[in-house]
């Protein structure tokens, strides 16, 4: 996937100001920042949910995967139901197949027949990315998968969107979570203001922070970040 | 669109109290609302009390009539309670018991009577009220009155009838029984001939001419007289109504009862699910997700429309097939009741997309259906002159903007064979259909922002 100087203005708010983007195949790119820093409405352009004022997006065959950062599922129909529904949407041959081979993936077969207002918070995630995958995406977006998540249920999340990289599928998140990004993100891409800040992997940012924000460097990787971002006007 | 459809009844029938809910309130709206236009004003409690002896009477004219009767007549426009004695019926009135105490005196029939005799008498009734409820009060003082009126009326038709039979004895002569005894009256016809007769017979002089002024009179009073007697009879009812509609044919009051009961059914039915339903995809985050290439906005709002329509297609069937166990229904018109249904609820669904578009969460939405829903619904029943032109005027412009009185229209016109054509409310219906349509794509475009 590929973005180059991408714009998004709100009115007299700008919210992406000329933001880059390139992940490959297979990639973990974690879109990290403050509030407000753009990562949302990146997502949406990437997703195709929002247009661009200006900029150029492109994909290398294959379609966009999207997970929003609400579960978007309907919480009164089963597991099964849900994964069926939008199997039929996708227009796929085998919509039943297509419904067997994401329960096995999301690890949730044994829960098919459950409502999903039943299932934690979790489990409703994983589900959440399985039916982004059901269009078989060369690219999945996901709009802070985590959040609301205990540490188990994370764990597990990051578990089962790992093997989905290592199956080629590249993937882009966005998070709050320093600790997260630094850990899962093969990439880290930090906006602030709808400014791309820093492009990079994580050993590099530690090393932009240090030598940018050198009195914070031996603290913990969050709070060194935060005195990054406030050094660099933001 | 069709797995959206079926989701959407999937999730229907996951939440059974909701899906009863949603169904059983409006028809028992509907219900209550009908029962209450179709049936008149509860009859009022009175008490009555008839001194007249069982055995009496009534004879008017000639013609004798069964006094016993008139309890049935007067019982049956108000709720009689039949009280012993005078002292009775005032401690009903009294204590509250009753409205109104209704006595008729013993001498009531014998006064009435007394009417086509030479010495006429003044019948009356004594009527008790207690003013306690203005309104009953209102009631009762205009049944009361009306039942004097048709009183009063009967017996002036049989006195007319009886002063024109005395007036043609007087023209034309004939025999008079009074006191048992048979009188021959000679009468005018007669007098003027034999009046004339004698004329030739008198010598030429005073007495002659004096002869010839009295049978000129006596001419004159039988011709004059003839002219009286139409005029006599018509003294009994002097204004005769003569009703032309120039304007709207009113439909039987229980088919239009029926129709306002099928239409708020699904008025309510198909707002309250297409909105609600709308909204719950943004309530499930599913909104964004769907019109990322799985559907289009419009084909969204065509599903929502569909569901509500297929719904409420069914929930107001069901109801119409029940209303046939009390009042019997023209099952040959059944197309035309279908072309109102999906007529009206196709309109009525396109503004529940429309209200669920600008609404956007369930609980906004449920509230802002009955709010709208239930008013229109109660303006789109005020009929012409009940309140001043200016207000009648902008509650037709109101009710014409909102599906509900072109629902109401057309679905009165399938139901009553007698009624108006269909053609202008399903015009109306259509485009309403369009122009809500477009106002829920609109309001769709902010559909998923938070």
């Given at each position: 996937?590929?973005?180059?100087?991408l714009?998004?203005?709100?009115?007299?708010?700008k919210?992406?100001?000329?933001?880059?983007?390139?992940?490959?195949?297979?990639?973990?790119v974690?879109i990290?920042?403050?509030?407000?820093?753009?990562?949302?409405?990146?997502?949406?352009?990437?997703?195709?949910i929002?247009?661009?004022?200006?900029?150029?997006?492109?994909?290398?065959?294959?379609?966009?995967?999207?997970?929003?950062?609400?579960?978007?599922?309907?919480?009164?129909?089963?597991?099964?139901?849900?994964?069926?529904?939008?199997?039929?949407?996708?227009?796929?041959?085998?919509?039943?197949?297509?419904?067997?081979?994401?329960?096995?993936?999301?690890?949730?077969?044994?829960r098919?027949?459950?409502?999903?207002?039943?299932?934690?918070?979790?489990?409703?995630?994983?589900?959440?990315?399985?039916?982004?995958?059901?269009?078989?995406?060369?690219?999945?977006?996901?709009?802070?998968p985590?959040?609301?998540?205990?540490?188990?249920?994370?764990?597990?999340?990051?578990e089962?969107?790992?093997?989905?990289?290592?199956?080629?599928?590249?993937?882009?998140?966005?998070?709050h979570?320093?600790?997260?990004?630094?850990?899962?993100?093969?990439?880290?891409?930090?906006?602030?203001?709808?400014?791309?800040?820093?492009?990079?992997?994580?050993?590099?940012?530690?090393?932009?922070?240090?030598?940018?924000?050198?009195?914070?460097?031996?603290?913990?990787?969050?709070?060194?970040?935060?005195?990054?971002?406030?050094?660099r006007?933001? | 669109?069709?797995?959206?459809?079926?989701?959407?009844?999937?999730?229907?029938?996951?939440?059974?109290?909701?899906?009863?809910?949603?169904?059983?309130?409006?028809?028992?709206?509907?219900?209550?609302?009908?029962?209450?236009?179709?049936?008149?004003?509860?009859?009022?409690?009175?008490?009555?009390?008839?001194?007249?002896?069982?055995?009496?009477?009534?004879?008017?004219?000639?013609?004798?009539?069964?006094?016993?009767?008139?309890?049935?007549?007067?019982?049956?426009?108000?709720?009689?309670?039949h009280?012993?004695?005078?002292?009775?019926?005032?401690?009903?009135?009294?204590?509250?018991?009753?409205?109104?105490?209704?006595?008729?005196?013993?001498?009531?029939?014998?006064?009435?009577?007394?009417?086509?005799?030479?010495?006429?008498?003044?019948?009356?009734?004594?009527?008790?009220?207690?003013?306690?409820?203005?309104?009953?009060?209102?009631?009762?003082?205009?049944?009361?009155?009306?039942?004097?009126?048709?009183?009063?009326?009967?017996?002036?038709?049989?006195?007319?009838?009886?002063?024109?039979?005395?007036?043609?004895?007087?023209?034309?002569?004939?025999?008079?029984?009074?006191?048992?005894?048979?009188?021959?009256?000679?009468?005018?016809?007669?007098?003027?001939?034999?009046?004339?007769?004698?004329?030739?017979?008198?010598?030429?002089?005073?007495?002659?001419g004096?002869?010839?002024?009295?049978?000129?009179?006596?001419?004159?009073?039988r011709?004059?007289?003839?002219?009286?007697?139409?005029?006599?009879?018509?003294?009994?009812?002097?204004?005769?109504?003569?009703?032309?509609?120039?304007?709207?044919?009113?439909?039987?009051?229980?088919?239009?009862?029926?129709?306002?009961a099928?239409?708020?059914?699904?008025?309510?039915?198909?707002?309250?699910?297409?909105?609600?339903?709308?909204?719950?995809?943004?309530?499930?985050?599913?909104?964004?997700?769907?019109?990322?290439g799985?559907?289009?906005?419009?084909?969204?709002?065509?599903e929502?429309?569909?569901?509500?329509?297929?719904?409420?297609?069914?929930?107001?069937?069901?109801?119409?097939a029940?209303m046939?166990?009390?009042?019997p229904?023209?099952?040959?018109?059944f197309?035309?009741?279908?072309?109102?249904?999906?007529?009206?609820?196709?309109?009525?669904?396109?503004?529940?997309?429309?209200?669920?578009?600008?609404?956007?969460?369930?609980?906004?939405?449920?509230?802002?259906?009955?709010?709208?829903?239930?008013?229109?619904?109660?303006?789109?029943?005020?009929?012409?002159?009940?309140?001043?032109?200016?207000?009648?005027?902008?509650?037709?412009?109101?009710?014409?903007?909102?599906?509900?009185?072109?629902?109401?229209?057309?679905?009165?016109?399938?139901?009553?064979?007698?009624?108006?054509?269909?053609?202008?409310?399903?015009?109306?219906?259509?485009?309403?259909?369009?122009?809500?349509?477009?106002?829920?794509?609109?309001?769709?475009?902010?559909?998923?922002?938070?």
């Amino acid at each position: 996937m590929q973005a180059r100087g991408l714009v998004k203005t709100y009115g007299d708010r700008k919210a992406l100001r000329g933001v880059d983007l390139v992940a490959e195949a297979g990639e973990l790119v974690a879109i990290i920042g403050p509030n407000g820093a753009g990562k949302t409405t990146l997502l949406s352009i990437l997703a195709g949910i929002l247009k661009p004022d200006a900029g150029e997006l492109g994909v290398d065959g294959g379609a966009v995967g999207w997970v929003p950062q609400q579960a978007a599922l309907y919480r009164r129909l089963s597991v099964e139901e849900n994964l069926l529904l939008f199997a039929r949407l996708e227009g796929h041959d085998d919509p039943q197949a297509s419904t067997e081979e994401m329960l096995e993936l999301a690890g949730l077969g044994a829960r098919r027949r459950e409502i999903v207002a039943r299932l934690s918070g979790g489990n409703q995630q994983r589900i959440n990315i399985a039916i982004g995958l059901l269009s078989r995406p060369s690219v999945l977006l996901l709009d802070e998968p985590s959040v609301g998540l205990d540490p188990r249920q994370r764990a597990r999340l990051w578990e089962f969107v790992s093997a989905l990289a290592g199956g080629g599928t590249t993937v882009i998140f966005s998070t709050h979570d320093i600790q997260e990004a630094e850990r899962y993100g093969r990439r880290l891409l930090v906006l602030a203001d709808g400014e791309s800040l820093f492009d990079g992997p994580a050993d590099e940012l530690r090393e932009a922070v240090r030598s940018e924000a050198p009195e914070a460097a031996d603290r913990d990787f969050e709070t060194a970040f935060v005195a990054y971002l406030q050094h660099r006007g933001h | 669109m069709r797995w959206l459809l079926l989701k959407d009844l999937q999730i229907l029938r996951r939440s059974p109290l909701q899906a009863c809910l949603l169904v059983a309130y409006p028809v028992l709206i509907a219900i209550l609302v009908g029962f209450a236009i179709s049936r008149g004003p509860e009859k009022p409690r009175v008490a009555f009390l008839n001194e007249v002896p069982a055995e009496t009477r009534v004879n008017v004219g000639g013609q004798e009539l069964a006094a016993a009767g008139v309890d049935d007549r007067i019982c049956a426009r108000v709720d009689c309670v039949h009280v012993e004695d005078r002292d009775e019926a005032v401690t009903e009135v009294e204590s509250g018991d009753v409205l109104a105490a209704l006595i008729l005196p013993a001498d009531l029939v014998d006064q009435i009577n007394s009417l086509s005799t030479l010495t006429p008498g003044t019948p009356k009734v004594e009527v008790l009220v207690n003013q306690e409820d203005p309104v009953k009060a209102q009631l009762v003082d205009e049944r009361i009155s009306t039942l004097l009126a048709q009183a009063n009326l009967a017996i002036a038709r049989r006195i007319a009838i009886e002063g024109g039979r005395y007036l043609e004895l007087i023209i034309d002569g004939g025999k008079f029984e009074v006191v048992g005894q048979t009188i021959p009256i000679l009468g005018l016809s007669a007098s003027a001939r034999i009046l004339e007769a004698l004329g030739p017979a008198l010598p030429a002089g005073p007495l002659r001419g004096s002869l010839a002024q009295v049978t000129e009179f006596t001419a004159r009073a039988r011709d004059n007289l003839d002219v009286a007697e139409p005029l006599i009879k018509r003294i009994a009812q002097p204004i005769v109504v003569e009703k032309e509609v120039v304007d709207g044919s009113a439909p039987p009051l229980e088919i239009f009862a029926i129709a306002v009961a099928a239409t708020l059914t699904l008025a309510f039915v198909t707002v309250l699910l297409v909105a609600g339903s709308l909204a719950l995809e943004r309530e499930e985050n599913a909104f964004s997700r769907l019109t990322r290439g799985l559907i289009s906005p419009a084909g969204l709002l065509g599903e929502k429309v569909l569901l509500g329509v297929a719904v409420g297609l069914v929930v107001t069937l069901l109801m119409l097939a029940g209303m046939q166990l009390f009042v019997p229904l023209r099952w040959d018109r059944f197309g035309l009741w279908l072309l109102a249904i999906l007529g009206g609820g196709g309109a009525l669904a396109a503004a529940g997309a429309a209200l669920g578009a600008a609404a956007r969460e369930v609980r906004a939405v449920s509230l802002l259906a009955f709010m709208v829903t239930l008013p229109i619904a109660f303006l789109s029943l005020i009929p012409s002159g009940a309140v001043g032109a200016g207000v009648f005027d902008l509650v037709e412009v109101v009710t014409a903007v909102f599906p509900f009185k072109p629902a109401l229209e057309a679905m009165t016109a399938a139901l009553d064979p007698a009624g108006s054509g269909i053609g202008g409310p399903l015009l109306h219906l259509a485009v309403l259909i369009a122009a809500y349509g477009l106002l829920a794509r609109f309001a769709l475009r902010r559909f998923a922002a938070v």
